[in-house]
């Protein structure tokens, strides 16, 4: 790392002794000592000093009577202050004194900067000596860091407060920091992989049935060599597990803090955009420290501060509903997915996927489908405003609107003949040429847009409102009266109207069935790729209709 200069370094200390020493020097001889070249001694430390700017530390080790622990030294000083690659160190001389024909005094000032407020500045001294090959920097790490010792260690830290919890929207912990034991295989430490596997499969089996010793031999196979994590278990799990997991050749187990979900049921794409936003407001209350450590561990802090406690977030998922919908989606022996929000707040309640939407990444918000007749519903509003393009007309129902939110970027679809390049690469993408498309998200948009006339501003975090790509318009009283019409229409001959208070449409695209509804404040849609059946999103819809109706246990 190069470095400008800030300035000229002070004046030499010998020159400044020689000085004051007498009184009756002449102003020329004054200034023939100031103006006097450095000493070949401290030509050796400006270069020491110039080499740990660029961070050479062979060539700044070579400088030192000890080279090999110089190298040591300074390596673990560079990796240690690192702060995950964002740091930066300033070295500056500032003072030298020969204090002999054989040996010298000199002083560095040092800045650290890793990151805004974070700033570290010290002074540590140093001294030369003359030996039979030259003038060398005396080795000792306090020249680094003052009283650091040999074989010590200084390191940047980041610290936090208590971990802050996220609830749901019935005010109860939905996510907490646990420590998570997590399982590994260590091929080197195993003698018949085939044994291990087994062994370890059958242990787990009744927490991770799914985790086979073909599946753990497999990932084995392609790690190259390297150990593969086999399995996650909480705490309560790992302790009546942990005898006969520490009994299989090959295990090794690493405790880590993790951010889980507090109930074992609530599995969706959501969880990971709340981790995201906690872990956001966490990296914005954190602190920092610089901590030295003798050899045998003994650490002391030398500068930092802890910083105050992040805030709790109080997340709209609703468990009532989330569950009703993960009890629905399961239903599907095809990919299928279910997303619920408040028509009031624009609130997302719950979203859940199947194992087969699973394994196509997060379908409820990423997920690009034809439209097919869901188009019927965006001609309806175009048809209301006489010259209104498909573009804006869809944009009433708020679809074509993309939404940005803390951990989280939710698509709705985009209307025919404006797709853009970003929507070939959503998680899925099973439309073609310029099309309408749409997503789960975008359809449960649509019915909430008619049930209030307007789209709402989606959110999965109280206070913290989504950032729209563009602004959603009324769709008008009269487009309002007609689609509600169409929800009937179509509730009547679904027979979704069996249920008191349910408003949906029943649409179609190929052979994938969706519903897009409203109970209550509820809106929701339903998303199955290649139905069993015409009716199988109708069958759905239902049995999520039956689940919210009963209380969570």
Do not use: C
């Not at 001294?125 to 090959?133: F, I, P």
């Not at 990932?219 to 060599?225: T, V």
């Not at 996650?232 to 880590?256: K, N, Y």
């Amino acid at each position: 790392m190069s470095r400008a200069r800030r300035g000229p370094r002070k004046v030499r200390g010998r020159y400044l002794v020689a000085v004051a020493a007498s009184a009756t020097l002449t102003v020329s001889a004054v200034f023939w000592m100031v103006d006097r070249p450095p000493s070949e001694a401290e030509v050796l430390v400006s270069k020491f000093v110039d080499a740990l700017d660029n961070r050479d530390v062979a060539t700044a080790a070579a400088m030192t009577t000890y080279p090999n622990a110089a190298t040591a030294a300074l390596n673990q000083m560079f990796d240690g202050l690192s702060a995950g690659g964002t740091s930066t160190g300033d070295f500056d001389l500032t003072q030298y004194m020969d204090l002999s024909d054989e040996s010298g005094f000199f002083t560095l000032a040092s800045a650290w900067n890793f990151g805004e407020g974070k700033d570290w500045k010290y002074s540590a001294q140093g001294s030369t000596k003359k030996l039979s090959v030259g003038w060398r920097i005396a080795w000792d790490p306090a020249t680094l860091v003052p009283d650091l010792a040999s074989g010590g260690s200084v390191r940047y830290t980041r610290t936090d407060a208590a971990p802050p919890l996220i609830f749901d929207a019935a005010n109860n912990v939905l996510m907490s920091e646990r420590t998570i034991n997590a399982i590994t295989l260590d091929p080197a430490q195993m003698s018949d992989p085939a044994a291990s596997t087994a062994q370890l499969a059958d242990v787990i089996d009744v927490v991770a049935p799914l985790i086979t010793s073909e599946s753990m031999l497999a990932e084995l196979n392609s790690s190259g060599g390297a150990p593969i994590t086999a399995v996650t278990l909480r705490d309560d799990d790992f302790a009546v597990l942990e005898d006969d997991l520490r009994a299989v050749p090959g295990v090794v187990v690493s405790p880590q803090p993790k951010l889980i979900v507090d109930d074992r049921r609530i599995t969706s794409p959501v969880l990971d955009s709340l981790r995201s936003a906690w872990q956001a407001g966490r990296d914005a209350t954190a602190g920092w420290a610089v901590d030295t450590y003798t050899v045998d561990g003994t650490g002391e802090r030398r500068v930092g501060f802890q910083g105050p406690g992040g805030p709790d977030l109080h997340a709209t998922l609703d468990p009532r509903v989330q569950l009703a919908a993960e009890n629905a989606v399961v239903m599907a022996g095809s990919s299928a997915s279910i997303v619920a929000l408040s028509t009031t707040t624009g609130a997302i309640l719950a979203a859940a996927q199947n194992s087969y939407a699973n394994e196509q990444g997060d379908v409820v918000f990423g997920g690009s489908y034809p439209a097919g007749t869901a188009s019927e519903l965006v001609r309806a509003v175009q048809s209301d405003r006489g010259d209104a393009s498909a573009e804006d007309a869809a944009a009433g129902l708020g679809l074509g609107i993309s939404y940005s939110m803390p951990g989280l970027d939710a698509y709705t679809g985009t209307p025919a003949d404006s797709r853009s390049a970003i929507d070939g690469i959503r998680t899925v993408s099973t439309s073609s040429g310029d099309e309408a498309t749409v997503t789960p998200f975008g359809l449960a948009q649509m019915a909430a847009a008619i049930s209030r006339g307007s789209a709402p501003i989606p959110t999965i975090v109280a206070g913290q409102t989504a950032v729209a790509n563009r602004e959603s318009v009324a769709i008008g009283s009269d487009a309002a009266n007609r689609l509600r019409g169409m929800l009937a229409d179509s509730s009547r001959s679904s027979g979704l109207d069996t249920f008191d208070g349910v408003q949906g449409f029943a649409g179609e695209s190929a052979d994938d069935r969706f519903v897009l509804a409203t109970s209550g404040d509820v809106a929701f849609a339903v998303y199955i790729e290649d139905a069993d059946g015409g009716d199988q999103a109708v069958r759905m819809t239902s049995r999520l209709l039956q689940e919210m109706a009963n209380p969570v246990e």
